[in-house]
Nanobody
Framework: QGQLGESGGGLVQAGGSLRLSCAASGRAFNTYAMGWHRQAPGKQREFVAAITWNGGNTYYADSVKGRFTISRDNAKNSVDLQMNSLKPEDTAVYYC???????????????WGQGTQVTVSS
């Protein structure tokens, strides 16, 4: 069984930046598409960003386009999410996800991490 572990969450003021990291283990995640979802209090989990297995293509939710950047390092079995110009509405638990294709990641039907809290104060 593969495992995904997120880190890098925390408290930041609006307009600030955070970088989330996800470390993958126990499976050849370097052949999987990977990405991020988030769940705000009282809301459903939503797709944030995805990246293909080789990093050649990236996908973003409209709400984060231009502010967030997803990247991966297959040598380290990791995927990062650089979040800039953070807004209070970005406050959520952020989950790392992996799947056989970007569509699987977007749909959230693959592997999940435990999540890391991001809080953006106004």
């Amino acid at each position: 069984q593969g495992q995904l572990g997120e880190s890098g969450g925390g408290l930041v003021q609006a307009g600030g930046s955070l970088r989330l990291s996800c470390a993958a283990s126990g499976r050849a995640f370097n052949t999987y598409a990977m990405g991020w979802h988030r769940q705000a209090p009282g809301k459903q989990r939503e797709f944030v960003a995805a990246i293909t297995w080789n990093g050649g293509n990236t996908y973003y939710a409209d709400s984060v386009k231009g502010r967030f950047t997803i990247s991966r390092d297959n040598a380290k079995n990791s995927v990062d999410l650089q979040m800039n110009s953070l807004k209070p509405e970005d406050t959520a638990v952020y989950y790392c996800a992996a799947g056989g294709s970007p569509n699987t990641v977007v749909a959230g039907t693959g592997y999940w991490g435990q999540g890391t809290q991001v809080t953006v104060s106004s």
